[in-house]
């Protein structure tokens, strides 16, 4: 059975302190990876699709990588307003889309 | 501005009276889909439609219906809701299936 697992579920960072939030897959052919960023109570916004393992992404002070296990969004010198929940998705070949559980990540200032 | 938009952003209701959750894009959207988002289960699909006309089942259809009669709407439907229906539910569209999902802000559902 394809499944997405992300670790860690809850991460707490000082501000400035450097980290990187982990997706791992295990699914039938992989069409594309997905990552999206979740504030409370809001809808999932979206942030990177990456479709090949080597490929990777930057936006400000994320950057997504992906191998052909897993995907990992490293966070540079966070601020308090990247604290949000992470969520990481994979379409694979059967054209499913395959959400993981999220990881909450908290900016101590 | 390019968004989706979904109504009611929160209502509350009793147990088997039916309810109407609308959603609306304004992309031209091939791909639309609704979801369901409970603590510690992540996003589940409910139901997802291709095109006009075109809908189909997700992960979590049992207990809702859709239409997609507009290619910019697709409402989500709850012809009896019961309890186990309480959630925080979300609507997406996308340029077609397996492209980058724009979500409506959400609707937030309690059954009593």
């Known amino acids: 059975e394809d499944q997405v697992t992300q670790s860690p579920e809850a991460l707490r960072l000082q501000e400035g302190e450097s980290s990187s939030l982990n997706c791992s897959y295990t699914v039938s052919g992989l069409r594309g990876l997905f990552w999206y960023r979740q504030d409370p109570g809001k809808g999932p916004e979206f942030l990177f699709t990456l479709y090949s ?33 992470y969520l990481c998705a994979v379409f694979n070949s059967n054209y499913q889309l395959i959400w993981g559980a999220g990881t909450k990540l908290i900016i101590k200032p | 501005e390019a968004q989706v938009t979904q109504n009611p952003r929160y209502l ?28 510690g289960l992540g996003l589940r699909q409910i139901y997802y439609s291709m095109n006009v006309e075109v809908t189909d089942k997700g992960d979590v259809p049992e207990g809702y219906k859709v239409s997609r009669k507009e290619k910019r709407n697709f409402p989500l439907i709850l012809e009896s809701p019961s309890p186990n229906q309480t959630s925080l539910y979300f609507c997406a569209s996308s340029f077609e299936r397996g492209y980058e999902q724009y979500f409506g802000p959400g609707t937030r559902l309690t059954v009593t």
């Open chain 2, 12 to 39: 509350i209701t009793v147990t088997g009276k039916k309810l109407t959750v609308t959603c609306s894009q304004n992309m031209n959207h091939e791909y639309m889909s609704w979801y369901r988002q409970d603590p």
């Open chain 1, 53 to 85: 393992a080597g490929e990777e992404k930057e936006k400000e002070r994320l950057k997504a990588t992906l191998t052909k296990k897993e995907s990992f969004l490293h966070i540079t010198a966070p601020k308090p307003e990247d604290s949000a929940t």
